[in-house]
């Protein structure tokens, strides 16, 4: 019987390459992470989603899996991750597993026998096709994938071509294959049956291609998505993997939903439809942001607005909530200014916004330092996305590099994946040799030990938050009601249950932003949080916010 523990939990990603390095290879490791299970223990977190550790030739950085029941040697073996699933469990913390099945690495025993030969057993694992035109050399359809141009690479060996919605090594699975289907449920129960306690399922709502795979819509960036998305055997194929794994276990069952938009949810989410128990969506991501990477300035009515639509999902459903992952930009540098005087106050802000809200919170390791951007010189970038666009842009029209840099300088994946900044003296606590990735300069300042001594610090701040909201019955099951919705500056929602509720400001620009909260009827109400130390006590009608300010009070009637 499934719990629905993940509605009283606060997850913590750990990004194991860029985490804790054990050993002094530069590269962070499992030993490393069962090494600080008692820092997230402190932290108070009670459940974690670690990103891809499997065996893997790292074209996506562990995205690409060569082998789904192997542990990459960089981060350990075996037995470092039975040791690690026992160090967690026995500190109340549980652990969801990155499940990467859209594809494979071509590096894969499966792909490297399907592209052998037409009539290989392994062939109809993947999806290939003959060419177009007369002697077969344009590629099936028009479809794009999400790093490079055409969604097909040609295949001299058997003359035809297959399908890579993202890196050429990354060939997609053809789940309309049984077999295919087949070979997922096994992979979730080997990891189910040794203690896994769910998945997040990456990019799920691309398994399911249309029959055909139909010329896409002509669109300047990527083309096809509307035969892929959600595609017509998607829920078919959920709930059959739902029916004979997931739901023999107390799992929680996360999926990146890339092309998700509110109006979908219900259909995979909710809790009647025996499919996946969350989505990671992107609306709230798009929201300050053009073709993917371009960036946009954030309009906080924008913003508030896709927050409000997915807070008023019905009851069935469950949100997942986010500011920062190993795809996304720092959080501190992205919705404010992180670089200027006020990015503690920025930062534990933007935890009170997202941690009052109705759905599972997730931090990203890092966020809870008030972690920032890095400056990264053009060749200092290495994530795939970064290095394809400028290599992109220079063949096509290199009078846009300029731009290009500007916008991987706010918007890189790399952002998210320099080494976590554990002290401030060199390797940053993070390894004693040379790290894989440059580690941001500011870890001389940013860093755990100089957290850890100051009670005002960004990291005791996400402590108190994390301890407040587990196990808070408003927070888990109250209303959402969102105030002043046109407010360019602040974000004022309640949370209500009976006769409590939590009145939620937070003040998003960096000056002086006044409130005139007269209709609200909070009058009186007390503080229970706040950045500041000296914010008023007493809800008042009148109240004037200083930069970044965020304070919560509770009212009981």
């Given at each position: 019987?499934?719990?629905?523990?993940?509605?009283?939990?606060?997850?913590?990603?750990?990004?194991?390459?860029?985490?804790?390095?054990?050993?002094g290879?530069?590269?962070g490791?499992?030993?490393?992470?069962?090494?600080?299970?008692?820092?997230?223990?402190?932290?108070?977190?009670?459940?974690?989603?670690?990103?891809?550790?499997?065996?893997?030739?790292?074209?996506?950085?562990g995205?690409?899996?060569?082998?789904?029941?192997?542990?990459?040697?960089?981060?350990?073996?075996?037995?470092?991750?039975k040791?690690?699933?026992?160090?967690?469990?026995?500190?109340?913390?549980?652990?969801?597993?990155?499940?990467?099945?859209?594809?494979?690495?071509?590096?894969?025993?499966?792909?490297r026998?399907?592209?052998?030969?037409?009539d290989?057993?392994?062939?109809?694992?993947?999806i290939w096709r003959?060419?177009?035109?007369?002697?077969?050399?344009?590629?099936?359809?028009?479809?794009?994938?999400?790093?490079?141009?055409?969604?097909?690479?040609?295949?001299a060996?058997?003359?035809?071509?297959?399908?890579?919605?993202?890196?050429?090594?990354?060939?997609?699975?053809?789940?309309?294959?049984?077999?295919?289907?087949?070979e997922?449920?096994?992979?979730?129960?080997?990891?189910?049956?040794?203690?896994?306690?769910?998945?997040r399922?990456?990019?799920?709502?691309?398994?399911?291609?249309?029959?055909?795979?139909?010329?896409?819509?002509?669109?300047?960036?990527?083309?096809?998505?509307?035969?892929?998305?959600?595609?017509?055997?998607?829920?078919?194929?959920?709930?059959?993997?739902?029916?004979?794994?997931?739901?023999?276990?107390?799992?929680?069952?996360?999926?990146?939903?890339?092309?998700?938009?509110?109006?979908?949810?219900?259909?995979?989410?909710?809790?009647?439809?025996?499919?996946?128990?969350?989505?990671?969506?992107?609306?709230?991501?798009?929201?300050?942001?053009?073709?993917?990477?371009?960036?946009?300035?954030?309009?906080?009515?924008?913003?508030?607005?896709?927050?409000?639509?997915?807070?008023?999902?019905?009851?069935?459903?469950?949100?997942?909530?986010?500011?920062?992952?190993?795809?996304q930009?720092?959080?501190?540098?992205?919705?404010?200014?992180?670089?200027?005087?006020?990015?503690?106050?920025?930062?534990?802000?933007?935890?009170?916004?997202?941690?009052?809200?109705?759905?599972?919170?997730?931090?990203?390791?890092?966020?809870e330092?008030?972690?920032?951007?890095?400056?990264?010189?053009?060749?200092?970038?290495?994530?795939?996305?970064?290095?394809?666009?400028?290599?992109?842009?220079?063949?096509?029209?290199?009078?846009?590099?300029?731009?290009?840099?500007?916008?991987?300088?706010?918007?890189?994946?790399?952002?998210?994946?320099?080494?976590?900044?554990?002290?401030?003296?060199?390797?940053?606590?993070?390894?004693?040799?040379?790290?894989?990735m440059?580690?941001?300069?500011?870890?001389?300042?940013?860093?755990?030990?100089?957290?850890?001594?100051?009670?005002?610090?960004?990291?005791?701040?996400?402590?108190?938050?994390?301890?407040?909201?587990?196990?808070?019955?408003?927070?888990r099951?109250?209303?959402y009601?969102?105030?002043?919705?046109?407010?360019?500056?602040?974000?004022?929602?309640?949370?209500?249950?009976?006769?409590?509720?939590?009145?939620?400001?937070?003040?998003?620009?960096?000056?002086?932003?006044?409130?005139?909260a007269?209709?609200?009827?909070?009058?009186?109400?007390?503080?229970?949080?706040?950045?500041?130390?000296?914010?008023?006590?007493?809800?008042?009608?009148?109240?004037?916010?200083?930069?970044?300010?965020?304070?919560?009070?509770?009212?009981?009637?």
């Amino acid at each position: 019987m499934k719990t629905r523990w993940y509605k009283d939990a606060v997850f913590y990603q750990i990004y194991p390459r860029s985490f804790c390095d054990s050993n002094g290879d530069g590269i962070g490791d499992i030993q490393g992470i069962i090494s600080k299970l008692d820092y997230l223990k402190e932290l108070g977190i009670n459940a974690v989603w670690l990103s891809p550790v499997y065996a893997s030739p790292n074209d996506d950085n562990g995205y690409d899996i060569s082998d789904y029941k192997a542990i990459n040697p960089e981060f350990g073996t075996l037995e470092d991750w039975k040791q690690m699933v026992a160090g967690m469990h026995e500190r109340g913390i549980r652990l969801v597993m990155d499940l990467v099945v859209n594809h494979t690495s071509d590096e894969h025993f499966w792909f490297r026998e399907s592209r052998k030969s037409k009539d290989n057993p392994y062939r109809d694992y993947y999806i290939w096709r003959k060419g177009r035109g007369k002697d077969g050399k344009k590629p099936p359809n028009n479809w794009t994938s999400r790093f490079t141009g055409s969604a097909w690479k040609y295949d001299a060996a058997t003359d035809e071509w297959y399908l890579h919605l993202f890196s050429e090594k990354q060939p997609d699975l053809n789940w309309d294959n049984p077999k295919v289907r087949k070979e997922v449920i096994d992979i979730c129960n080997y990891w189910l049956s040794m203690g896994v306690d769910g998945f997040r399922c990456d990019v799920i709502t691309y398994i399911s291609k249309a029959e055909g795979l139909p010329m896409g819509k002509f669109n300047p960036v990527m083309c096809g998505d509307e035969h892929f998305v959600l595609g017509p055997h998607i829920h078919e194929y959920l709930n059959e993997i739902n029916r004979e794994s997931w739901s023999k276990y107390d799992t929680m069952i996360v999926g990146e939903a890339i092309g998700c938009k509110v109006g979908d949810a219900a259909s995979i989410i909710a809790e009647e439809k025996n499919e996946l128990d969350s989505a990671i969506t992107f609306e709230l991501m798009e929201v300050d942001m053009k073709l993917n990477f371009f960036p946009v300035k954030l309009r906080l009515p924008k913003f508030k607005k896709v927050i409000s639509a997915w807070q008023n999902l019905p009851p069935s459903c469950w949100n997942t909530l986010y500011l920062e992952n190993h795809d996304q930009p720092r959080s501190v540098s992205r919705y404010g200014n992180g670089a200027g005087i006020y990015r503690k106050e920025l930062a534990k802000m933007l935890a009170v916004t997202l941690h009052f809200l109705r759905g599972t919170p997730y931090v990203y390791q890092g966020q809870e330092i008030g972690m920032t951007n890095i400056a990264l010189k053009e060749e200092e970038y290495i994530d795939i996305m970064a290095t394809r666009i400028f290599t992109i842009i220079r063949k096509v029209f290199p009078p846009l590099m300029p731009l290009a840099r500007w916008a991987m300088s706010k918007r890189a994946r790399d952002h998210a994946r320099t080494p976590m900044q554990w002290s401030g003296r060199p390797g940053a606590g993070f390894t004693t040799g040379k790290p894989w990735m440059k580690i941001n300069p500011n870890h001389v300042d940013i860093n755990v030990e100089n957290e850890k001594k100051n009670p005002s610090s960004v990291l005791n701040f996400y402590k108190k938050l994390i301890s407040l909201r587990l196990g808070n019955q408003i927070l888990r099951d109250g209303s959402y009601k969102e105030y002043f919705p046109k407010n360019r500056s602040l974000f004022v929602y309640e949370r209500a249950l009976g006769k409590q509720r939590y009145i939620v400001i937070c003040n998003f620009k960096e000056k002086n932003v006044n409130l005139n909260a007269i209709d609200m009827g909070a009058r009186g109400a007390e503080l229970v949080l706040s950045n500041y130390k000296d914010a008023p006590k007493a809800f008042t009608d009148g109240q004037t916010l200083r930069p970044y300010e965020a304070r919560v009070y509770l009212q009981i009637k």
